[in-house]
C-alpha cells in the first residue's frame, strides 16, 4: 500500500510538461484492432489505463511493445476472445473494444462493465448504436454477446452525448456497408483524434468535434502512425495547481481551445491567465472570487476537472455552487476534503462550498483517479503534512505527478510501503 505524502503551503514556480491524453490514447489503442499490422503511436503517457489497455490487446493476440513514449501495436493476429469480468473490472474503458471487435470479426462478448465509484455508467447507448446497425445483442450471465454478418450503415440519435457510445459506434461503423449518421455525438477533442488516427488508417469519417458525425463505410483499414493529442485534463489539474498555491506556472504541450472552459471559470475565480501558441501562464494575483461551476459534456466545463476545482473553491473566499451533471455520485472527495477542514454540504447533485481560509494536512484516501488528483491539489494548499492513500487511482491517469509537481517546488514524496 503505497501512500503519497505531501508537506503543504509551498508556493508551485517553473514550466511543466503536459503528456499525450489518457482519454485519446485508450480508444485509439482501440481502433489499432480495426487496422490489421504494425501501428505505431506516440506521445503515449506511461499510465496504469494505458497498461491495462495494452494487456487486453495483448489478451486479444496483438504484440505490444513499448519504447519511451512510442507504442507499436501489431494487431496482424488479433482474434475475437472473450473479454473477462476481471479484465473489464480493472478498467471500464475496456468497454472500447466493443466496436472495433464487432467491426471487424463480427462478434464480440464482454463482461459488463457494472457500476463504478462515481456512478452507474450503464452501456445502453452503446448497445443501441450498435443495434442500429445490425448486430443482434444478447445480455445474458454478466455478458454482452453482440454478433451480425456484415454491419450495415444507419441513423443513430443519442439520447445524451456518450463519449463512449459515440467512439464505439464510430469504430464500429468504420467497416460498416454504407453510412451511418450519429446525431447528438459527443464532441470531446478526444473523438476528434479518433477520427484523425481512423481516417489516417483509411477509414472515412467527417464531422467528429461536432454534434453530427457521418462514416462511410470502407473495406478494409490499414495500419498507421499517430500522435496523441496533448492531455486536457492534466492541464486543467496544473492550472489548478497554480491558482491553489499562489504559484505561477507555465504550462507547456497545451492545445489552448481545448482548455477554454476552465481557463473561462479559472479567470472568473481570479487567476490569471495568458495563453499563447502551445503554452499556458497561470498566476495567482492574490484576490480569488467564490464562482458557480455546471458539469456538461464539451465545450461545457468537464466532469473530469470538477473534483479539482471543488479543491480550490475549498479555500477561496465566499460560496461557490458546483453542479456535477454527468455522473450521479462524483463528490466522493468531498468527505476527505471535510478531513482537512474544509466547508462543503452536498445536496443531490450539487455541492455548496463555502470558502474556509486554510486546510489542514490530513490522512484521506483517493477514491478514484480525479478525486485523488484534487486530494494532491488541497495537500498542496494545505497547512501541515498531508497523507494520500491509496495513490494507484492517481496513477491511472497522471504520469508522474509527484515528480512535475517537486520539480515546481512542491514538498511531495511517494512512500513505498
Ligand atoms: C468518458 C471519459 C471520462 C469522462 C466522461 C465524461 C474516457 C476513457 N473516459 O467516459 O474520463 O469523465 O467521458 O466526459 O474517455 N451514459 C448512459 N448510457 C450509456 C453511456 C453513458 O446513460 O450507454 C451516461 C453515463 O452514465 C453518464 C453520461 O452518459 O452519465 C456520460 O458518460 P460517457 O460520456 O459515456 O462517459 P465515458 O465515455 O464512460
Known sequence: MDRIIINGGNRLKGVINVSGAKNAVLPILGASLLCPGINVIYDVPSLK?????????????????????????DTSNVEARDVS????????ASN?????????FGKVRISQPGGCNIGSRPMDLHLKGIRALGASIKEQWGYITAEAGRLVGSEIHLDVPSVGATENIIMAAVLAKGETIIYNAAREPEIVDLQTFLNKAGACIKGAGTSVIRIKGVGSLHPCKHRVIPDRIEAGTHMVAAAITNGDITIQN???????????????????????NNTVHVRATGKRYAIDIRTMPYPGFPTDMQPQMTALLSVTPGTSLITENIFENRFKHVPELHRMGADIKVESRTAVVCGVKKLSGATVRATDLRAGAALVLAGLAAEGTTVIECPEHIDRGYENLEEKYRQLGADIYRERV
Open 49 to 73: 489505463d494505458v497498461e491495462v489497455m495494452s494487456s487486453l490487446l495483448e489478451y486479444l493476440g496483438a504484440s505490444v511493445s513499448r519504447n519511451g513514449k512510442i507504442i507499436t501495436v
Open 85 to 92: 469480468e476481471e479484465l473489464m473490472r480493472r478498467m471500464r
Open 96 to 104: 472500447l473494444v466493443l466496436g472495433p471487435l464487432l467491426g471487424r
Open 254 to 276: 497545451v492545445i489552448t481551445e481545448h482548455i477554454e472552459p476552465m481557463v473561462a471559470k479559472l479567470r472568473e475565480a481570479g487567476i490569471d491567465v495568458e495563453m499563447e
